[in-house]
């Protein structure tokens, strides 16, 4: 069996997780307050289980506020659910 590594050129950096300046004295704390994944908004069904599944099932829709997601609505369904978390754009953090 070959080595287990990540896939991609050797003399690249990884994208998995942003990059920390050294010189700022407050990077280990804004790395700590960063969102699983960079991921702002989610949603989850009320009652629980996979996310495809019975899309037309209520959302519990969730925004990162620094510490844990917290909720902030509801959305009759899958579709509605995953416009809303779309809204931000992509490295656009939410006001607050």
Request: hydrophobic share 25%.
């Amino acid at each position: 069996m070959g080595k287990h590594r990540r896939p991609g050129p050797p003399n690249q950096p990884s994208r998995a997780t942003p990059r920390v300046d050294p010189a700022d004295p407050l990077a280990p704390y804004e790395k700590r307050r960063r969102p699983p994944v960079d991921q702002y908004r989610r949603h989850r069904p009320v009652h629980g289980g996979a996310n495809h599944l019975r899309p037309d099932e209520h959302r519990v829709l969730e925004e990162w506020d620094g510490f844990t997601y917290a909720p902030v609505g509801t959305a009759p369904d899958l579709a509605t659910a995953q416009a809303w978390v779309n809204e931000l754009a992509p490295g656009d953090e939410p006001a607050g």
